[in-house]
């Protein structure tokens, strides 16, 4: 609306001043005072208000000439310059019109470059402070790096690497820092377990990087740069940007080298200590076997023979001497009967002949009558022979022993079965139990080794025993044992 007014008042001030001429000095005044009246309409309101201007410049101007009262002879002549002052009019309104909206062109790209420039600027202190967290970032990371006991690298999505610290290098060597897939065919690694060859693509690196799997503490032996072996634990996972892109991957090597090793060499140790400890235990059962055959033939017939003496010794004695005579005879007979039981103690030759189940019944019924105890024997072991069944009798053993002992138990039960190549058995009493944890705890710096002889027999025949009991509620020991016990070290190994 303000470029119309301003076009009115334009047009209607020069058709007053052209009026005015023609009125002061009666002549025909110039048409550029309306020129200048549609330039100023053009410039200050735009192409529409200028044609209004124009369109009102040609009417007043036609005003003015018919006020003018011009003789007919010059009608053409005012045509000529109604048109004249139109088509000048509107050339002036197109070119006033081009360069204004060039000139606001101009201004609103001049606005919008310093726009631009502003957020250029700001874009460019944003970045540059980026770049200084990031500098700052990563120099904090080289020397957690740097810090840290074990070797990290971080690579990019190739696989190189773009960041590493001195441990790694001191477990690869100069070797580690070349291109990801160089890098995955020149090294050589093997799988600790099996010797296998690790291939380029089963690295834990290689897997982070394509898969996205992160792997933790895989036991790997490679061979150094400076041609070492070494074992290492070897960890990846993927590094993910804001969109879950797989941008790169963090790598953590552990030297475990010394480690490994000392694991080894106390598990040979353990493997070695327990054939030896087979190997004793076979020594210690011959013995006994030796005793107990020197036991029974040749004290047993010492014994016979005594007794033979005292019977041909009291055929000729005097009455007097009868009463001595017998009684030493019962002597001998008491004597004779301890000594078998002994015997069979150290080493029941009726294990190897009557079997386990045969035998554990007589040792309950030995107790028994010892001690007054109602001891019994359910189910049945099966066959049972060698390492196992001389293991088993040993427990039931030094558990009814241990009872008579220390438990003041008027009830025993010896539960006996076997399934799954198992030989079971559990010896239950209702005596006053014990803490069994801190009992096995003290049994060797006290000198009670009978649990701990239990257990160590046991686990050396690759069985598992386990001790149930507390104060007031009785004792359970249960063992299993596998039939087929891995056989012991030869004599000449062990020496």
Request: aromatic residues 4%.
């Amino acid at each position: 609306m303000l470029g119309y007014g301003v076009a009115v008042v334009s047009v209607a001030a020069a058709v007053a001043a052209l009026a005015l001429m023609q009125a002061r000095w009666q002549e025909s005044a110039p048409v550029a005072v309306l020129l200048i009246a549609v330039i100023l309409s053009t410039w200050l309101g735009g192409t529409r208000p200028a044609l209004l201007a124009t369109a009102l410049s040609i009417l007043g101007l036609g005003y003015l000439s018919l006020r003018a009262d011009a003789p007919p002879a010059g009608e053409p002549l005012q045509l000529v310059r109604l048109l004249s002052l139109g088509a000048a009019a509107c050339y002036l309104t197109w070119l006033s019109a081009t360069e204004r909206g060039a000139a606001q062109s101009l201004r609103r790209a001049q606005r919008e470059l310093q726009r631009n420039n502003v957020a250029l600027l700001a874009q460019n202190r944003e970045r540059e402070r980026c770049e200084e967290t990031a500098r700052d970032s990563r120099e904090l990371l080289r020397q957690v790096l740097a810090t840290l006991p074990v070797g990290m690298a971080v690579t990019d999505q190739a696989g190189d690497i773009i960041l590493t610290n001195a441990a790694l290098r001191g477990i690869w060597g100069d070797g580690i820092v070349a291109p990801g897939r160089e890098r995955w065919a020149g090294i050589r690694g093997y799988w600790h377990e099996s010797g296998r060859s690790l291939a380029p693509a089963e690295w834990a690196s290689v897997r982070a990087l394509a898969q996205g799997r992160t792997t933790l503490n895989e036991l790997i032996d490679i061979d150094t740069s400076d041609d070492r072996r070494r074992t290492i634990e070897n960890s990846a996972a993927p590094i993910r940007n804001s969109e879950r892109l797989i941008v790169g991957a963090v790598i953590v090597n552990k030297d475990v080298t010394e480690r490994v090793r000392a694991e080894e060499a106390l598990r040979e140790s353990a493997k070695r200590l327990q054939q030896l400890s087979r190997r004793l235990l076979a020594v210690q059962e011959e013995e006994r076997r030796h005793l107990s055959r020197e036991l029974h033939d040749e004290f047993g017939q010492l014994l016979a023979a005594i007794s033979l003496h005292l019977h041909a010794a009291r055929g000729m004695a005097g009455e007097a001497a009868q009463d001595s005579l017998e009684e030493s005879m019962a002597l001998v007979q008491r004597a004779a009967a301890q000594l078998r039981s002994l015997a069979l103690e150290l080493r029941p030759t009726m294990l190897e002949s009557d079997g386990l189940d045969a035998t554990l019944r007589w040792l309950a019924d030995e107790h028994r009558q010892h001690a007054g105890i109602d001891i019994r024997v359910v189910g049945q072991a099966g066959e049972v022979s060698g390492d196992a069944a001389i293991a088993a009798f040993r427990v039931v053993q030094e558990a009814l022993t241990n009872v008579v002992r220390h438990a003041r138990a008027q009830h025993v039960r010896v539960d006996l079965s076997h399934s799954d190549g198992q030989l079971r058995l559990a010896v239950r009493d209702d005596g006053l139990g014990f803490d069994a944890g801190r009992t096995l705890e003290r049994a060797a710096s006290r000198g009670n080794l009978g649990l701990l002889g239990m257990r160590e027999r046991v686990q050396i025949l690759g069985g598992e025993l386990r001790i149930d009991s507390r104060a007031g509620h009785g004792t359970c020991i249960s063992v299993s044992l596998p039939l087929a016990a891995p056989a012991a070290l030869p004599a000449e190994q062990v020496a």
